[in-house]
């Protein structure tokens, strides 16, 4: 078995020549791999995205979520502080928050009845002192050593980070002067939830950090995009990388296409039809910031993603069930100052994307097509990534590249000390 400890696998992992460009299909399909990565990533120096600060917004709030497999539960305590904890009782390991989402004094395990205050600290255990003077813990019982395991927590334009290590730098700094004016742009105002729901992909969750960082795909694979000219790579856009090139953002300017001749090759002619829209006031829109883009996509690694197609704000967020299974959740949002016919522009513009949605509904196959696709290959087989060249580097002007997700596979890299 994997020894996580020492970070060694049994079969060690070399990665291949051509560093970035060249993607080993084994880190999809390895358990141990798979093991590892929640050892090295998610118990590691990144900040994980827990919840919305709207999601716990009273005294009392509590809502769960995951680190990688963890389980977690984060609160508002009655002062309105942010707690993250593990959501695992420090008696017998069970779940302590069986529901989603709700609203508690104190949290209390059903198994043996042991409550936790809202920092995860042990209040009381029931029959301490035995029943009329008979059993009960040992006099030495000390409950203050026995509390739900804490997380490190950061609160940052609304989103609610956890991490496992001392050593994560602040949100900001971890994000890059560049991705940290994005977020801002996009969720640097009061939000509030106008639906969520999650939906299950079969395939590793690297696919779906890798698919996130893919500018190439969504003008071929995405017919609506190409169709109804929401996103094309023949727009004004690039490609931003944070300094390490873990974290990125792709935008695309609609006002600025400029129709190119490449669309007409055959092969990318495929990728658009003549069809027309029903009701083509979906499409509707208002300038939202005055930098005309309307289309970004943004990252932090691992597991995080800030969306603003048109109108529509989403944030994404995946979660490892396995290692050829992955949970993506949706929350779309809207801002505090909205007036109703902006949500309904909103609500109605959020059918673009989603588990069912007009243009992502791809997505939630095509991840699985690869993970089928690359069963049973060689060891040494590898995907191929130079579109756009073979360095990690912003991209100005082009979004026909791959430099998004060379970006994602360094981060891993380091992390992973694959070499
Ligand atoms: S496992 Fe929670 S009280 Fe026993
Ligand atoms: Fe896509």
Known sequence: MTNTATGHLREPLNWPEGGVTRIPYRVFSDPEIYALEQEKIFKGAVWNFLCLEIDIPNPGDFKTSFVG?????????????????????????????????????????????????????????????????????PKDFDPSKHRMEPLRVETYCGLVFGTFSSETEPVPEFLGPEIDHHVRRNLGRPVKLLGFHSQIMHNNWKLYAENLRDSYHATLLHTFYTTFKVNRLDMDGGIVLSKRGWHHI????????????????????????????????????????????????????????????????????????????????????????????????????????????????????????????????????????EMGGRDVAPSEGSRATETAIRGFWKGYRDIMGFE
């Open 69 to 137: 497999e963890i389980p977690v539960v984060i609160t508002r305590d009655q002062n309105g502080e942010i707690h993250a904890m593990v959501n695992r009782c420090a008696h017998k390991g069970a779940l302590v928050c069986l529901q989603e989402r709700g609203n508690r004094n104190t949290l209390a395990c059903v198994y043996h009845a042991w409550t936790y205050d809202l920092e995860g600290k042990l209040k009381g255990v029931a029959f301490r002192d035995g029943i009329r003077g008979k059993g009960g813990m």
């Open 250 to 385: 792709s935008y695309a300017k609609r006002s600025k296409l400029q129709e190119s001749a490449e669309y007409q090759d055959a092969a990318v002619h495929a990728a658009q039809y003549d069809s027309q829209l029903a009701a083509p006031e979906m499409l509707d829109s208002w300038p939202e910031f005055d930098d005309e883009i309307t289309h970004s996509i943004q990252t932090i690694f691992p597991t995080l993603s800030v969306q603003l197609t048109l109108n529509s704000l989403a944030v994404r967020f995946f979660v490892p069930r396995g290692v050829d299974k992955t949970e993506l959740f949706w929350m779309y949002l809207g801002y505090e100052e909205d007036d109703e016919a902006k949500t309904r522009m909103r609500i109605n513009q959020a059918n673009l994307t989603g588990a069912a949605g007009l243009v992502s509904l791809e997505d939630g196959c095509i991840n699985e097509f690869v993970q089928r696709g690359t069963r049973g290959s060689a060891p040494d087989t590898t995907a191929f990534l």
